[in-house]
C-alpha cells in the first residue's frame, strides 16, 4: 500500500488540482492521478519507454527503499497480475494516467469467517454461557419448568432437546428420579463432576 501511495506522489502532474484516487471494485482495482503525457493510449510493455515524470521525487522514494529503478513498476505490475489474477494490466497515458488492474473471485474473496459464521458463533457462546449458568443454578434440584424460567427460555420439547437430554448424555446433569423418567416431580441436579470442573 505504501508503494502505491508513492506512485501517486512522484508520478501526478502537480499543476493539476485533480486528486489521485485508488480504487477497488469487485472485479478491477484501479488507479487514476493528473499526467503530463507523453504519448496517448495504452502502453505496452513489449514497447514501453519509462520516463521520469518527477526525477528528484523519484530519487528520494528509491533512496529510502520505497521504489525500484525506473520502469519496474510496470514489469512488476503484469507478473504480479498474471500470478494473481491471470488478467492482464492496463495503463493508460493520457491528461489521466490509469492504471487498471483485474480481479478475480479468488483475489477479492473474503478472508476469515463471514457475518453468518461470526453470527453462528456468537450463538453458540451464548448457549454455552446459558449452560454454565444453568449447570450453576441446578446446584440445587431444579424442575424443567423452573429452568425454562431461570433461562427465559419457551417450548417444552426444544428446552428438553437443546438442554437436558445433551446435559444428562455428557453426565454433567442427573435425574433426582431416575427410575421414573416422565414423573411430574422429576426433578434435574447438577452432578459432583460438574461441580469440580
Known amino acids: 500500500m505504501a508503494r502505491s501511495f508513492c506512485i501517486f506522489l512522484y508520478h501526478r502532474d502537480y499543476s493539476s488540482g485533480y486528486v489521485a484516487k485508488f480504487v477497488i471494485e469487485k472485479d478491477k482495482m484501479y488507479t487514476e492521478n493528473a499526467n503530463c503525457p507523453h504519448g496517448y493510449g495504452c502502453l505496452q510493455l513489449s514497447n514501453f519507454t519509462p520516463y521520469a515524470k518527477n526525477p528528484a521525487i523519484s530519487k528520494v522514494f528509491r533512496e529510502i527503499g520505497l521504489a525500484d529503478e525506473l520502469g519496474s513498476g510496470m514489469r512488476n505490475t503484469y507478473k504480479y497480475t498474471k500470478m494473481y489474477s491471470g488478467g492482464t494490466p ?13 480481479l478475480d473471485e479468488v483475489s477479492v474473496g473474503v478472508i476469515g469467517p463471514t457475518r453468518e459464521q461470526d453470527r453462528e458463533q456468537d450463538r ?8 454454565m449458568a444453568l449447570l450453576q443454578f441446578c446446584i440445587v434440584p431444579r424442575s424443567r419448568t423452573e429452568m425454562q424460567k431461570f433461562l427465559g ?4 420439547r426444544n ?3 437443546k438442554y437436558i437430554k445433551p446435559l444428562l448424555n455428557q ?14 416431580k422429576q426433578k434435574y441436579v ?3 463432576t460438574f461441580e469440580h470442573t
Request: net charge positive; proline share 7%.
Open 153 to 156: 427460555l419457551t417450548g417444552r
Open 171 to 184: 453426565g454433567k446433569l442427573q435425574k433426582t428420579i431416575p427410575d421414573k423418567p416422565t414423573s411430574k
Open 159 to 161: 428446552f428438553l432437546q
Open 90 to 102: 492496463e495503463f493508460i497515458e493520457s491528461d489521466m494516467f490509469r492504471t487498471v488492474i483485474p
Open 190 to 192: 447438577s452432578t459432583k
Open 124 to 131: 453458540e457462546q451464548d448457549r454455552k454461557r446459558m449452560v
